[in-house]
Every structure is written in C-alpha cells, then in structure tokens.
C-alpha cells in the first residue's frame, strides 16, 4: 500500500511539472507575439504617416502643374491677338463696306483670349465614387467585400486617392437608398448591387416636356 501511494506522489509530481513548464513556455510564447504586434503595429504608423506625406506632395504636384499649363495657354493666346487684329484691319480696308462688320470682327478677336483663359480652370470630368462603386458591383457575379471593392477601384483608377473607409460609408449609402445589399458571412460584410428596373421610366420622364 505505501508503494501504491509513493509511485502515486511520484506521477502527480512528473504530471505537475510538466504542467508548469507548459505553462511558462505558452506565457514566454504570448510575450514573444506580443512584442512582434506591437513591432508590426509601430511600423504600420510609419507607412501610413509616409502615405499621407506622399499624397500631400502628390497634390502639390498636381496643383503646380495645372496652375503652370493656365498660365502658359493665355500667353500663346495674347501672342496670336495681334495678328488676328491685323488680319481684320486688311480685310476691313480692303472689303469691308461698314465699320460695324470690322467692329464685330474685332469684338471676336478680343473674346478669344478670354475663352483661352477659362479653360485651363475647367475641372476635368469623371465619375463619381457612387458610379465607380455601382458599376463594379454590377459587373460582378458574386458579393464583394470593401477591402474588395477598394483594391479592385485603386488598381483600375490609380490616379485617385480611394480608402477603404470612404468606400464603406458609400455603399452603406447606396444600401440605404435600395441600390446594393448587404450579406454577412460569419464576421464579414459583403455587398452586391440591387437591379434597377425603374430607371427605364425615369431616363424617359425628362424626354416627354422636349417632345
């Protein structure tokens, strides 16, 4: 009896120190995780504060260089006035009849510049993030995440500054106004467009008061 109870003492011992090794090499392994998320999550900071420093000079960029192109057209413009002045003067002389067809003449020379100068500021055109986004979803056959929908945008339209955040909030929109719906799988969302089949009528309705 007093052996039973010796080699018992004796596993219960083997059994308690291996469970406390097990135990300090697990908490040894979360320490080692730990520091590596937070390695991992110092250097995410850094990218994303180098990602806003490019974008800001990105702008800058962008904004000298229209500011530069509308200010060289106009001056290509005010070269050719006089020529164009000169060419209605000798016309005048020679043809016209009444200095109101001079006048007029001179009139359009003088608005060419100014038309010159306006274009340059016009914004270029594009679509909206809320047409990008519907039309991808309508393109696909199956439900798509926003980190999706974001990759798939930036990859096809790289010159625009397009975040996951900005695209979430505008599909929860268009889930909001009946355009796209949202599915959830376990912890994720996924969204899919919604088919309009009133748009017919309404791309008919502004037609009727022309005709």
Do not use: W
């Not at 359009?108 to 055109?125: L, M, R």
């Not at 625009?160 to 599909?171: D, E, G, L, P």
């Amino acid at each position: 009896m007093a052996n039973v109870q010796s080699v018992t003492a004796g596993v219960q011992a083997q059994y308690a120190a291996q469970v406390a090794e097990d135990l300090e090499s697990n908490r040894k392994e979360q320490e080692r995780i730990e520091a590596e998320m937070a390695a991992l999550q110092e250097k995410l900071e850094v990218l994303q504060r180098d990602c806003r420093v490019l974008e800001n000079v990105q702008q800058a960029l962008e904004t000298s260089h229209t500011s530069a192109s509308g200010a060289k057209k106009p001056s290509i413009r005010k070269k050719q006035v006089p020529a164009q002045r000169a060419h209605a003067s000798k016309s005048g002389e020679a043809r016209a009849k009444s200095p109101a067809g001079a006048g007029t003449r001179t009139n359009t020379a003088q608005k060419t510049p100014k038309a010159a100068v306006n274009k340059p500021s016009a914004p270029e055109g594009g679509s909206t993030l809320v047409e990008l986004i519907s039309a991808h979803l309508g393109q696909q056959s199956e439900p798509r995440s926003t980190a999706e929908i974001t990759t798939a945008l930036a990859k096809a339209h790289p010159d625009r500054n397009i975040k996951a955040t900005v695209v979430r909030t505008t599909v929860e929109g268009l889930v909001a106004k009946g355009r796209a719906e949202r599915t959830r799988q376990g912890s994720s969302v996924f969204y899919t467009a919604v088919a309009q089949a009133a748009e017919p009528s309404d791309t008919q309705q502004p037609q009727t008061p022309t005709n």
